[in-house]
C-alpha cells in the first residue's frame, strides 16, 4: 500500500529496536519505558499479533501492534513520527488493522489513551472508536486513560464461514 512516498509492511523481528524506541519516544513519555525490545520482539513473534510498519525511504514513519482474542482484538501500540503528523499515516495503519479484525471475525476493537490526549481522543472517535471507560492511574498509577472500542460486529454472532463460490457446471 502506497500513501504519499510512505508504504506499510508487515513488522519483522529485526524492527524491535526501532519500534521500542519509537514506544519510549513518542508513546510512553514520562511513564517509564515498559515496551523495550524484548517486549516487543515477542509481540512480533506472537501468532495472535498483527504488527505493521509505515516506512519512507527505507526508515519507520511510524507502527502499530494489534494483538487478537476470539472476540475482541487490543490496539496495543501506535505511534508515528512527529514529522510524519497530518499524512495520514496513522488512519492508514488503523484502517488496515480494522480491516485485519473484521476479516479475522473480531466482534470489538479496544484501545486505551491518556485521558489528557485530546489529538488521539479526537482521531479515535473520527475512526468511529466511542469511550467505554475512564480508569484511574492506569499509567503507572500516574495518569488516566480513556478506553475506546470501536464495534465491528455483534458480540456473540458466529461470522458465516467463508467458502469458495460454487461454479456452474455446464
Known sequence: MNLSGTTLRLAR???APTLAAMSRDLI???LGW???TERIGQLLGNADTVSLVACENACA???AIMTLGE???HLVLLAVRADHHRRGIARRLTQWLVETAVT???ATLHVELRAQNKAAYLFYRALGFEQTLRIAGYYRGRETAIRMMRLL???GLVPLAWRPPTLDKQ
Open 104 to 106: 479475522a471475525g473480531i
Open 28 to 30: 510512553e513519555i514520562g
Open 153 to 155: 460486529r455483534a458480540p
Open 71 to 73: 472476540e475482541r482484538a
Open 34 to 36: 515498559h515496551y523495550r
Open 13 to 15: 523481528q529485526s524492527d
Open 61 to 63: 514513519a511510524g507502527f
